[in-house]
């Protein structure tokens, strides 16, 4: 067990690519950040910019004939990308848990919410089903479902979306995991259901002294639970940083662009601020150097060469991929009523 604060997983170098019919697909391209003890990461990033790739291929859930995985995830001194089928089987559910992007795929409708519950506490623990019983309502109560008793008798769709959300975390708690990854648990949901699932998430957090991968396409949701974020586009960080680094000193160009399409609630925008233009490139054919070039309004000649992820802006604990220099990004990122944008609309 490592102290709080230190390194609980590790990854480097992570590469994982399909093979396709359109051709060899790479969904995540050389992606490294490290998770510690008790800490939120969000991981946020467009549609298709490989985060559910990058947290299902740590726990060996894309593997298969046409997938070549490669790079490390060091979690409690053993490699999840060299470990064998049957270790990774009885880490997963129990010390690394997951809750998946799509609800339906983790709860099946036949059975009851308790009996599916218990079958998650008994596959890594030798539990009588009466002790499973007790613990699957304290699990429900914990999550905030009233009337748990008798709760866990009704099926999936007796629950309301929100309901469904929190059984869905508390089959992720059942084995009190070292690591909950959750890919985007609250886009179904609405505003104040929202805001109650991620309030559970970092109360849990506390309580349990997890730490949890938030896996969003929504900067709101980070700002409200993250301590750290990276930035995913076209498989790769291009901004790693503390949650108040990255709203209030964002250096990547793509950064800014995703902090001017957030929907502010508690003010309404002075001036439309530009979206990002164009689309993401395809897995299938990416541009050579930056990524995000040809979508850049900033853009030059250096460009034609990839950044590294590296601390660009004084701070050690702050890393981007943009070539631009400190005072330059400070200069170009658009300010419209203290937001930040890509440029002006
Ligand atoms: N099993 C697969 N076979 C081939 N390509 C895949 C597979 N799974 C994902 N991809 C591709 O990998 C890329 C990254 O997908 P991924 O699901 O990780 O994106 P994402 O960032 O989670 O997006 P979203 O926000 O839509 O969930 C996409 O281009 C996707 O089409
Ligand atoms: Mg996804």
Not at 47 to 54: F, I, L, M
Not at 264 to 283: E, H, N, T, V
Request: hydrophobic fraction near 40%; proline fraction near 6%; include cysteine.
């Amino acid at each position: 067990m490592s102290a709080p604060g230190t390194e609980l997983l590790s990854v480097s170098g992570l590469e994982v690519t399909f093979r396709t019919d359109a051709g060899e697909l790479r969904a995540v391209d050389g992606l490294s950040f490290d998770l510690r003890r008790g800490e939120i990461l969000g991981i946020v990033g467009e549609s298709g910019s490989g985060k559910s790739v990058a947290s299902l291929s740590i726990l060996g859930l894309t593997r298969g004939p046409d997938t070549v995985i490669s790079g490390r995830a060091e979690f409690d001194g053993r490699d999840l990308i060299a470990l064998g089928e049957e270790e990774l089987r009885e880490l997963r559910g129990n010390r690394i848990s997951m809750i998946f992007q799509d609800p339906l795929s983790s709860l099946h409708p036949f059975y009851t919410i308790g009996r599916q519950l218990i079958e998650a506490i008994q596959v890594h623990r030798s539990a009588r089903k009466a002790d499973a019983a007790a613990r699957a309502v304290e699990l429900l109560e914990m999550v905030g479902i009233p009337d748990a008793r008798r709760r866990l008798d009704e099926y999936p769709h007796e629950f309301s979306g929100g309901m469904r959300q929190r059984a869905m975390i508390a089959m992720a708690l059942a084995n009190e995991p070292d690591i909950l990854i959750a890919d985007e648990p609250t886009t179904a949901l609405d505003v104040t259901t929202q805001a109650q699932i991620l309030g559970l998430i970092k109360d849990l957090r506390e309580q349990l002294g997890m730490a949890v991968i938030m896996i969003t396409h929504d900067l709101g949701v980070v700002a409200e639970v993250a301590d750290r974020v990276l930035v995913m586009y076209a498989g790769r960080a291009v901004e790693s940083a503390p949650v108040d680094a990255l709203f209030y000193d964002p250096q990547h160009p793509y950064t800014w662009g995703l902090l001017g399409s957030v929907t502010r609630m508690d003010r309404p925008r002075a001036a439309k601020l530009a979206q990002i233009k164009g689309q993401p490139p395809s897995p299938l054919a990416l541009p050579a150097g930056c990524k995000f070039r040809p979508r850049c309004p900033h853009a030059f000649d250096r460009c034609a060469v990839e950044p590294p992820l590296e601390p660009r802006s004084g701070d050690s604990a702050h890393a981007d991929r943009c070539w631009l220099g400190p005072d330059e990004k400070r200069a170009k990122r658009v300010v419209e009523g203290g937001e930040i944008g890509l440029e002006a609309a």
